[in-house]
Each structure stands twice: as C-alpha cells, then as structure tokens.
C-alpha cells in the first residue's frame, strides 16, 4: 500500500510538517500546538485510522521530550545546588 506524501514526506502534512519542524527544533509547546489544533478540526473532519496511529505516535513523542527535558532540567538544579 503506498500512502501520499506531502512534499516533505509527511503522510499527513497538515499537521506532521509543523510538528517535525518544532520537534526538530527543540520547541515542544509548538509541536503540542500542532497536534493540538488537529485535534480541534477533528469534529469537522475526523482522522483515520492511520492518522489517529500518526497522531498517537506524536503524542507519545512529545510525552517523551518533555519527560526527558524535565529530566535534564532536573539535574541541571541540582548540579547547581551545593
């Protein structure tokens, strides 16, 4: 089954290109607005199944950037405290 991209290659570029673009740029409030204001649209336009499989990978990518940056900032706190 072939699946058609937007230039990109992002399967569904609506949203998938503003995302990559923040998370490749370290910027998660961005990448959570772009998947935020999908979801928003979804009641004029519901995803598919592979979108909404799209979509939780996103989530779940996002989830896991912020856990690991709260981490980060975390030990970065306590290297400071002596």
């Known amino acids: 089954m072939a699946f058609v ?4 290659g992002a399967s569904f570029p609506d949203w998938q290109h503003d ?6 740029s370290g910027q998660l409030d961005a990448a959570r607005t772009a998947i ?6 979804k009641a ?4 598919n199944v592979l979108e909404r499989i799209a979509l939780n990978d996103a989530i779940l990518l996002l989830r ?13 706190d306590d290297l400071g405290q002596d």
């Open 5 to 8: 991209s937007g230039p990109d």
């Open 19 to 24: 995302f990559k673009v923040a998370i490749n």
């Open 36 to 41: 935020s204001q999908r979801l928003r649209a």
């Open 44 to 47: 004029r336009r519901p995803p």
């Open 64 to 76: 896991t950037l912020r856990s690991e940056h709260a981490r980060y900032v975390d030990a970065e």
